[in-house]
């Protein structure tokens, strides 16, 4: 007994040392963090290592009410160094002619509400350079190499930051503090949730290009319009970016500011632009997305998008734009339009309404389209809420009615959409002449995954879907190409798709038997109501905005007066007066140098 009591003692002696002590409580310590603690390592490893079970009553968003507009924008200084409301040189010329406006192919401008108008090249980018070296050039001139366009565009966000939710900010630079790391270096949250951002009302409008693009001219005059019109005009709603491939470039540019200094130098991106500079190259990608093995743009355009959501959370939605395209009027007018458009969309049949065309030689107004696509379904809808797949737990909103029959066109109308696409959809399963149709992987279902692709990959996005997109790819090596990424992985989680059908003209206008190609009965004729039957779309080469198309070069070269040769016949749409050539109100792709 007496040796059971020494050892109880020695016991004790030992438990009860200040070194024993200390270890006991850090032991609890460590395990009240790991345990409980809302940022412990379990906690967010969860994110990751979870499995969708689409059993389970997953997380979703409410629905999202219409949000009240935003006070009335302020006047920005343009590049003249004169507030924009104040200096005619700086204005675009947008006109009214007394001749019939011609019919879009597909589209409408009365339905999206584009305005009708007219511009010549002088009128269009004169404020921006346009003939400056010609005796003729009456606006002040500008020594464009002096301009800081991110600068214009933070003091432009300054002058109006009262009408924004409290506590947003602008970078003085994009391209100097690059928030962008490899991922082992980024202290950046590796896959944040949708509820954990708040609103910031505000638009990236983000332009791709690579080191070593050669810009010419007609690029500078783009780019400067891009900013003054989206940014400056709009009391910066918008915030215009370059994102600069940087291909296979040697230097470790997110290593120091030296190294990104040299890079963007090395970029050859203009001076006047290099302060909205984000620079990225393949490595950082690799870095993040190990589990994708294929990460070139061709298959994965959106990758470096879903980075730049990521690292810039300061924005809502993401414009994701190419260099080669145009706009023939007003592009910040153009992008406030589609954005509306969108928003005031139904939910209800949006998809079906995206794999048609709004042909008005066909079928009338839009009025009638949308009567004509509620009734090839039925008064209901292929796809109600999200588009179930077993390897995506939805966040989307749950639907008001169990069946879209019992919605009369209301859900959804006034929600901002989570990606905006610029051209017609189609179930990926039925595109048998599009190369990257079984280019996929990551889904239990393989090759009858149903997933849809809207080309080109011209799209905004909300932060919300890229996000998702972006965990889908990381965790997961969820993967579909390019043109399909952001309508699919939409449609798997609920979120709003919409496609405002802008004007689109085809150099063929009047061969009936050519439209009848495209159009394949409408909807009437659609034996399920989503989609034409015959899916196979015909050669887009004659397009004003399409994936691959000559003609919007032709169109370009006419406004801006240049000599066609004999073989190549004059766009109709051109109309001469005056001595002057006008183009109507558009947005051009691709118009690829000469």
Not at 269 to 275: D, L, N
Not at 393 to 405: L, M, N, S, V
Not at 533 to 556: C, D, K, L, T, Y
Request: net charge neutral.
């Amino acid at each position: 007994m007496g040796k059971l009591v020494s050892a109880r003692a020695r016991f004790r002696r030992v438990l009860f040392t200040r070194q024993s002590l200390i270890a006991i409580t850090l032991f609890y310590i460590l395990a009240f963090l790991f345990f409980f603690h809302p940022t412990a390592l379990p906690s967010q490893l969860s994110l990751y290592e979870k499995k969708p079970n689409v059993n389970a009553a997953p997380k979703r968003m409410p629905d999202r009410p219409p949000l009240p507009s935003l006070s009335k924008r302020i006047p920005c200084y343009g590049p003249r160094g004169k507030l924009l409301s104040q200096s005619p040189d700086d204005q675009i010329e947008e006109v009214t002619l007394d001749i019939p406006y011609p019919t879009p192919w597909t589209g409408s401008y009365e339905a999206v509400g584009i305005s009708q108008t007219w511009t010549t090249a002088e009128g269009r980018y004169g404020p921006y350079g346009w003939g400056e070296n010609e005796e003729s050039y009456n606006r002040s001139k500008v020594e464009w190499n002096k301009v800081d366009w991110q600068q214009l565009q933070k003091q432009c966000f300054i002058r109006n930051a009262r009408r924004f939710p409290p506590g947003e900010t602008t970078d003085d630079s994009m391209m100097k503090h690059s928030r962008f790391r490899y991922r082992d270096l980024s202290k950046t949250p590796v896959a944040p949730e949708w509820h954990e951002f708040r609103q910031s009302r505000r638009t990236a409008i983000v332009v791709r290009t690579w080191r070593g693009y050669e810009y010419k001219d007609e690029d500078l005059h783009y780019l400067r319009s891009l900013v003054v019109e989206t940014s400056l005009k709009t009391g910066g709603e918008y915030q215009v970016v370059l994102l600069v491939d940087m291909k296979d470039y040697e230097l470790d540019i997110f290593a120091s500011e030296p190294n990104f200094l040299q890079a963007l130098q090395d970029s050859g991106v203009p001076p006047e632009f290099e302060s909205m500079a984000v620079l990225w190259d393949n490595r950082l990608l690799e870095s993040w997305y190990p589990l994708v093995s294929e990460r070139r743009t061709m298959w994965q355009v959106f990758q470096p998008m879903q980075l730049f959501a990521l690292h810039y959370p300061e924005f809502d939605h993401f414009w994701q734009l190419e260099l080669d395209m145009r706009f023939t009027g007003d592009a910040g007018k153009y992008f406030d339009r589609l954005g509306d458009f969108a928003r005031n969309e139904p939910r209800k049949q949006a998809l079906e309404r995206s794999q048609f065309q709004h042909m008005q030689k066909r079928i009338g107004d839009y009025k009638s389209f949308f009567a004509a696509v509620d009734k090839a379904n039925n008064g209901s809808a292929s796809v109600w809420g999200p588009l179930r797949i077993p390897d995506i737990d939805p966040i989307g909103p749950e639907p008001p009615y169990d069946h879209a029959a019992n919605d009369t066109f209301r859900w959804g109308v006034g929600e901002d959409a989570d990606v905006i696409v610029t051209a017609w959809c189609g179930d990926v399963r039925k595109a048998y002449d599009w190369m990257f149709r079984d280019w996929l992987g990551g889904f239990s279902m393989g090759g009858e995954t149903p997933r849809y692709w809207c080309p080109p990959a011209i799209m905004r996005s909300s932060r919300t879907l890229l996000l998702v997109a972006h965990e889908a790819q990381l965790i997961h090596g969820m993967r579909v190409p390019s043109e399909a990424t952001l309508p699919s992985f939409a449609l798997w989680h609920g979120l709003k798709l919409s496609f405002p059908q802008h004007p689109v003209f085809h150099e063929r206008e009047e061969e009936d038997e050519y439209r009848e190609e495209w159009w394949r009965g409408g909807p009437a004729a659609s034996i399920d109501g989503s989609g034409p039957n015959e899916v196979p779309m015909p050669n887009g080469m004659g397009m004003s905005f399409w994936w691959q198309s000559r003609w919007p070069r032709a169109i370009m070269d006419a406004m801006e007066g240049r000599e066609f040769k004999k073989d190549v016949k004059y766009p109709y749409l051109v109309h001469k007066q005056d001595g002057k050539v006008y183009v109507p109100n558009m947005m051009l792709h691709p118009v690829k140098h000469n």
